[in-house]
């Protein structure tokens, strides 16, 4: 359990009107549905209210005449009334399934295009997976919830109404006596309600509380054995099971005593029909009317229960509602201008980007950039340089020195607080982010593949590739061989994420997709760090045949494409702290040359290792 959970199904003490609108606004489309199961639960409640005068008119005219034809009508009419109830019902169930699966194929629809509109910053603050099974969660809840919520508010809320009429219709003194049981019913349905729904809560959190504890101590289980800890782990889980059990009894015992309460009460109603109506037979208020009378007391408390049910789950799910809405109401923080946009909305002419500006990219200048990931605790400071297009411009530095950062700046995941990033003089925010981000090919340390073949994986980059450039591609690179190899080659499924490969193949693969794209601007972060010596060696001289006439950002390590960068920058706490081109910075005897020993004595020993093995 995260911290994420802790507001699980938050109740909340009053309904918020305004949002709940705005989510039954989204039924729209099912309005017809909406309105077929608006009607049945009229003509439903209109029945159920009018049976009990039924029965009464039939008693009375039995004991009036004995049995003759309006007899036979009658019960006619009760047959077919529980003929219709049922057909109802089963409309019902077939209806609010309709509207909620599509309500809930909606919301999901909308929720997955706004999360990838959405900035990485958003990403950042929540993590992927607990937002994910959390939209799942919240909609299939709210979803759930909006056909039933519609049922019942129009079939309890007409019963109630239509009993009431009926009974005033009938008798009106007699009908005050039965009406006094619903101020108690109300009270009793919602302080009952309340509690189910909080021990069911209380139900559910235990219970992902034990399924945490069973999936650590069963993937920790070498651990726990190693540390000895079997017994306290289990000591723990009982605790937990225990709780468990305890909250499981509460819950039962609160159901079982609510319906008996409720029933009570509704005999109580039967029970003051009885009476006061008995008292008046022999004044002349017919038998029937006294039967009905006694049956709409015991019919009261069901449509009280539903409505009471129903307010306390649109309660409980207004959290989850609450969600649904603020996801979709979010806005990327980066995003396309208002003029880029209206740009956007014009048809580019021949030899324009799409947005009407200037479809190369000869200079990239970085002025002034100042970042921060968290606001007061500055990433990025005073950066400034200039690549051209055709060279190669190299980031190194330790760790969390915020080379990644720079790179993730250019491709416009982030923007910068201070300065700006200019293409050819242009602020990059006064670009449309769809051209610049198709004009990048990104190869990251720990590169993402889709589910589906290498092949596939490789024309992500360009869909409309042949099989034989997507084989050249992979050729350029060197990652043709390693391709082969694998049991199906080309054809070999990658497994969800790449999981079926290791790190260095991702890489490979993911190079050759970068390759293919044909990108303006090249990134490789740490492309190529999971390779051993040799094959890199092998890579080194394809991905710099693929750097040739673009802009490249190359942050790494080893690789000696750095030696021969044109610019080398030296990125220290935020901070450009040297550059200049391999010779220089050596000769400078600084911190570049630093790192140039350390990563030769590791080669050197790495080297040594390989032979020993060898
Ligand atoms: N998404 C993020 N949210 C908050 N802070 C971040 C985020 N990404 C990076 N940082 C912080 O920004 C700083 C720079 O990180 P960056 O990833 O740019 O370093 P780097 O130079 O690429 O390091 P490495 O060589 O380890 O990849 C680090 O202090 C890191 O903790
Ligand atoms: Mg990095």
Same mark, same amino acid.
């Given at each position: ?7 699980? %199904? ?28 608006? &009607? ?37 009419? *009760? ?6 109830? &049922? ?27 706004? +999360?990838?509109? !959405? ?53 009106? &003194? ?39 504890? *069973? ?28 709780? +468990? ?7 039962? !015992? ?46 009261? *408390? ?120 200019? !293409? %050819? ?52 690179? &060197? ?112 911190? *570049? ?22």
């Amino acid at each position: 359990m995260n911290a994420f959970d802790e507001d699980e %199904d938050r109740y909340s003490g009053s309904l918020d009107w305004a949002l709940w609108r705005r989510i039954v606004a989204r039924a729209r489309p099912y309005r017809t549905s909406i309105a077929q199961l608006v &009607g049945a639960g009229l003509v439903v409640a209109a029945i159920d209210a009018t049976l009990p005068a039924l029965s009464g008119r039939l008693i009375d005219e039995a004991l009036r005449a004995g049995w003759s034809r309006t007899l036979t009508w009658f019960s006619l009419a *009760y047959f077919a009334s529980f003929v219709v109830i &049922g057909a109802a019902v089963v409309w019902f169930i077939v209806l609010a399934g309709r509207i909620a699966t599509g309500l809930a194929h909606d919301f999901r629809r909308d929720g997955f295009a706004r +999360m990838q509109t !959405l900035s990485f910053s958003f990403f950042d603050a929540r993590p992927v997976g607990w937002l994910v099974s959390r939209l799942m969660g919240d909609v299939g809840k709210v979803a759930g919830l909006m056909p039933w919520f519609f049922v019942d508010l129009v079939w309890g809320g007409s019963l109630l109404l239509f009993s009431v009429a009926m009974m005033l219709w009938l008798d009106v &003194g007699l009908a005050l006596w039965v009406l006094s049981i619903v101020p108690p019913l109300v009270l009793l349905s919602v302080v009952f309600q309340r509690k189910l729904l909080a021990s069911s809560r209380e139900v559910r959190r235990t219970n992902s509380r034990i399924t945490a504890a *069973y999936a650590e101590a069963i993937a920790g289980v070498r651990t726990t054995r190693a540390l000895h800890r079997e017994s306290a782990a289990l000591e723990e889980f009982q605790d937990e099971t225990g709780a +468990m059990l305890q909250h499981s009894v509460r819950r039962a !015992l609160q159901s079982a005593l609510y319906l008996p309460l409720v029933i009570s009460i509704g005999s109580v109603g039967v029970g003051l029909a009885l009476w006061r109506g008995g008292l008046r037979v022999d004044d002349g208020l017919s038998l029937g009317t006294l039967v009905a009378f006694m049956q709409y007391a015991a019919l009261f *408390y069901q449509p009280i229960r539903e409505l009471a049910q129903r307010f306390t789950e649109l309660q409980s799910a207004q959290a989850a509602a609450e969600r649904i809405q603020t996801l979709l109401d979010t806005q990327p923080q980066v995003r396309d201008s208002p003029a880029v946009l209206a740009a956007l909305a014009q048809p580019s002419a021949e030899g324009e980007a799409i947005d009407g500006g200037k479809p190369t990219i000869e200079t990239i200048r970085f002025e002034d950039v100042g970042f921060a990931y968290v606001p007061g605790e500055p990433v990025l400071r005073d950066v400034n340089f200039t690549v051209r297009a055709g060279q190669t411009i190299a980031l190194v530095g330790p760790t969390g020195g915020g080379k990644s950062t720079i790179v993730s700046l250019l491709a416009r995941f982030y923007e910068p607080q201070q300065g700006a990033i200019r !293409l %050819d003089g242009v602020d990059h925010r006064e670009r449309s982010l769809h051209w610049l981000q198709s004009n990048l090919g990104v190869v990251l340390q720990s590169p993402h593949l889709f589910s589906g073949t290498v092949e596939d994986n490789i024309r992500y980059g360009r869909l409309e590739a042949t099989d034989a450039e997507v084989r050249d591609a992979a050729r350029r690179v &060197g990652a043709h061989a390693m391709i082969e190899g694998l049991a199906e080659g080309y054809a070999t499924a990658v497994g969800e994420g790449g999981g079926k490969l290791s790190t260095g193949q991702r890489q490979l693969i993911s190079l050759a997709r970068a390759v293919l794209a044909d990108p303006q601007i090249f990134i490789m972060d740490e492309a190529t760090s999971s390779l051993d010596t040799e094959t890199e060696a092998q890579v080194q001289a394809g991905v710099e045949a693929a750097l040739q006439g673009r802009i490249a950002f190359v942050i790494a390590h080893r690789l000696s494409t750095i030696r021969r960068a044109d610019l080398i920058l030296v990125i220290d706490q935020g901070r450009i702290v040297e550059r200049g081109t391999h010779a220089e910075l050596i000769a400078l005897r600084g911190r *570049y040359a630093e790192l140039q020993a350390q990563s030769q004595a590791a080669t050197t020993v790495d080297a040594a290792l390989r032979e020993e093995a060898g």
